[in-house]
């Protein structure tokens, strides 16, 4: 029975400890470099024994305090070690339930459970660091069986619900390979080792690596370059591994009107997301993936945290032929075509996209040339990716309505279409520059609900009166409703 208090698994304490070691680690390495003393240093020694033994009965005390029920309709937890803390969430507000399992927890045969709702917040409403899968999936059933009691009135009718076969998708070996090869996770393997580098700048011997790596001094440039791209050939390689642990086994599974989603290996992660609360749904290709055809599909729903990885967006096909996107999403979430064709903007707007790419671009040229002179003046090649950029944004913008869904396309560097159902739109308006009303051209914004600041997509420089065709097919639904 859920109606009883419960406590999480002993293991509890050890995350909790974890969690809360993560916090001194770095001041502890500060204090025990910058204490040259040795009497400072056994201070510090006694210091950090003392925080650690505190540590540890906290973790022992939060995990003795912590428990959690089902009761009248809501999910309900107690926890806090001198302040007891109350937090009670009705069911019918509960959005998502993630389940995860990161080493430790698989090493116990133990997952985490998040539990997140509608309009989502910094955190999750609730976390069950650890649990195991029998009590997760308890836990999942009780909170379903609420719904369905309190959702569908049945008036003591017996109703047959023939079997029928639960639509899946598997991500194939050569799908997994595609996102693995085209993602753009070199870009996060960088930034990563950049920020790591900063934080421990101090303790980096540099007079030493010069003097080992002194004859790179006199090397020619084509040796640095050489370097370069095998620097970056490694850290494509290492975000390739990182794509290929994270998506294994991808498995998305519709079942009962709600979509449940699993993938990973290390750390296996699920989540459960109901159809009904899904707001949009977003295609993206970046210029790899849309040469060869391939696309990245999203749903927006109103719920997630900031702390998911990508907010209250959800992969639900990480990679995937984009000619098979409209057959496919059908089987999982009916009433989202892909409409290839759409209504274009107007010639005399491609301008504007081209000036505003080539504006991008001289930010980055000019720093380059002005440092690096005379070399660095090569850069001003770059325009013509800018001037690409800009024509390739200006051909793939446009929109398209067809009964009561709207299409949406842009480009910034990947190309997006997004799918919108009227009744999903919290709000649309058009926003026009002195500029653009010189021209008879327009801005269209179109905001969904989704996570806790909501999500606009945005047309630039649209046709006046396309945008207003589109204003009006949003305004006469809202008054007619």
Request: with cysteine; glycine share 6%; charged share 20%.
């Amino acid at each position: 029975m859920m109606s009883n208090p419960k406590r999480i698994h002993p293991v509890g304490v050890i995350l909790s400890f974890i969690s809360m070691v993560k916090s001194y680690i770095i001041p502890a390495i500060l204090f025990f470099y910058v204490g040259d003393n040795e009497s400072i240093k056994l201070y510090l020694i006694i210091g950090v024994a003392t925080i650690v033994v505190l540590l540890v009965i906290t973790s022992v005390l939060s995990w003795y305090k912590f428990t959690y029920w089902v009761e009248e309709g809501e999910f309900r937890i107690e926890h806090g070690v001198f302040v007891r803390k109350k937090r009670y969430i009705p069911i019918e507000r509960i959005q998502t339930i993630n389940v995860s399992a990161g080493i430790i927890q698989q090493l116990f045969r133990l997952v985490k459970v998040q539990i997140e709702t509608a309009g989502g917040g910094v955190e999750a409403e609730a976390l069950l660091t650890a649990i195991s899968k029998t009590e997760a999936e308890r836990i999942q059933q009780t909170l379903t069986n609420y719904k369905q009691q309190h959702t569908v009135d049945l008036h003591n009718e017996e109703i047959q619900v023939e079997e029928k076969q639960v639509p899946t998708y598997k991500m194939s070996k050569k799908e997994l390979l595609v996102a693995a090869s085209t993602s753009s996770g070199i870009g996060v393997i960088i930034s990563a080792i950049v920020a790591f580098l900063s934080q421990i700048d101090e303790f980096i011997p540099y007079d030493f690596i010069f003097d080992q790596f002194d004859f790179l001094t006199s090397a020619s440039f084509t040796l640095y370059a050489i370097l370069v791209c095998i620097g970056l050939f490694l850290a494509w390689i290492v975000s390739i591994i990182g794509v290929l642990l994270k998506y294994a086994y991808f498995t998305v599974r519709n079942v009962e009107d709600e979509l449940n989603i699993s993938r990973g290996i290390f750390e296996k992660r699920q989540t459960s997301i109901p159809i009904s609360r899904i707001q949009a749904i977003r295609i993206v290709q970046n210029p790899i993936r849309q040469w060869l055809g391939y696309s990245t599909v999203y749903i927006e729903s109103a719920g997630g945290s900031i702390g998911d990885e990508n907010g209250s967006s959800t992969i639900l096909f990480p990679v995937m032929l984009k000619k098979d996107v409209t057959k496919i999403l059908a089987e999982f979430i009916p009433g989202y075509p892909v409409m290839e064709e759409t209504t274009k903007l107007p010639a005399r707007s491609r301008k504007r996209y081209i000036i505003r790419k080539c504006l991008i671009t001289l930010i980055i040229i000019t720093p380059v040339s002005f440092f690096l002179f005379p070399l660095g003046l090569l850069s001003l090649l770059l325009l013509i990716g800018g001037f690409y950029w800009g024509h390739a944004s200006f051909k793939d913008a446009g929109l398209r309505i067809r009964g009561n869904q709207l299409q949406i396309t842009y480009r910034f560097l990947s190309k997006t279409t997004v799918l919108l159902r009227k009744n999903r739109i919290q709000s649309m308006n058009q926003h026009t520059s002195l500029f653009q009303r010189k021209q008879d051209l327009t801005t269209l914004k179109v905001a969904i609900k989704s996570g806790i600041m909501g999500k606009s997509f945005f047309v630039k420089d649209l046709e006046r009166t396309d945008a207003e065709e589109v204003v009006r097919w949003y305004s006469y639904s809202k008054t007619k409703g």
